[in-house]
Antibody
Framework: EVQLVESGGGLVQPGGSLRLSCAVS????????MSWVRQAPGKGLEWVSV???????YYADSVKGRFTISGDSAKNTLNLQMNSLRAEDTAVYYC??????WGQGTLVTVSS | DIQMTQSPSTLSASVGDRVTITCRAS??????LAWYQQKPGKAPRLLIY???SLEGGVPSRFSGSGSGTEFTLTISSVQPDDFATYYC????????FGQGTKVEI
């Protein structure tokens, strides 16, 4: 069974850091790209970052310089290191493989 | 930075209606355009990729068309399960989403 399971969300103070992970299982073959997408409470989808199989990475302007996407092929995980967090980063964070397969999301709340 | 603009933001429809949602890109994005359906509390579901290719398992009443900067998602005959929010997304290097269209009764 194809599964993506996010973890690492929680409550963090403004200026703090958090590392999200996405455990991927049930796939044969490697991915072309994997992404993080977030959704603030009651708002629309916001693309955050993408990691291509060749190693290229891209970020939304809103997170550039603060977030870092990475993959661990040995552990079949996708990670998102989030630094200098702001209240506006509060959202459910989804990982996705080629935008076809999605996890259930993990909630990040940035608040004092 | 390419912006994606959907219209309308909200759409009222009845079962059996034909529904069309438009997505405009501020610059040409070739065919790298996808459509998603999202229901409350759930992850998005991919419906259409590369402008007009139907994802496996998606009913054939969904279709996509367009090119360059203007794209449409059409539901030929809206069914009760289709009442949801729909998003377009460019997915070349970046993955910008439109702001969403809520299809309601």
């Amino acid at each position: 069974e194809v599964q993506l399971v996010e973890s690492g969300g929680g409550l963090v103070q403004p200026g703090g850091s958090l590392r999200l992970s996405c455990a991927v299982s049930g796939f044969t073959g490697s991915y072309n790209y994997m992404s993080w997408v977030r959704q603030a409470p009651g708002k629309g989808l916001e693309w955050v970052s993408v990691l291509f199989s060749g190693g290229s990475t891209y970020y939304a302007d809103s997170v550039k310089g603060r977030f870092t996407i990475s993959g661990d092929s040995a552990k079949n995980t996708l990670n998102l290191q989030m630094n200098s967090l702001r209240a506006e980063d509060t959202a459910v964070y989804y990982c996705a493989r080629e935008y076809k397969y999605w996890g259930q999301g993990t909630l990040v709340t940035v608040s004092s | 930075d390419i912006q994606m603009t959907q219209s309308p933001s909200t759409l009222s429809a009845s079962v059996g209606d034909r529904v069309t949602i438009t997505c405009r890109a501020s610059q040409s994005i070739s065919s790298w355009l996808a459509w998603y359906q999202q229901k409350p509390g759930k992850a998005p579901r991919l419906l259409i990729y590369k402008t007009s290719s139907l994802e496996g398992g998606v009913p054939s009443r969904f279709s996509g068309s367009g090119s360059g900067t203007e794209f449409t998602l059409t539901i030929s005959s809206v069914q009760p399960d289709d009442f949801a929010t729909y998003y377009c997304q460019r997915y070349d290097s970046y993955g910008t989403f439109g702001q969403g269209t809520k299809v309601e009764i």
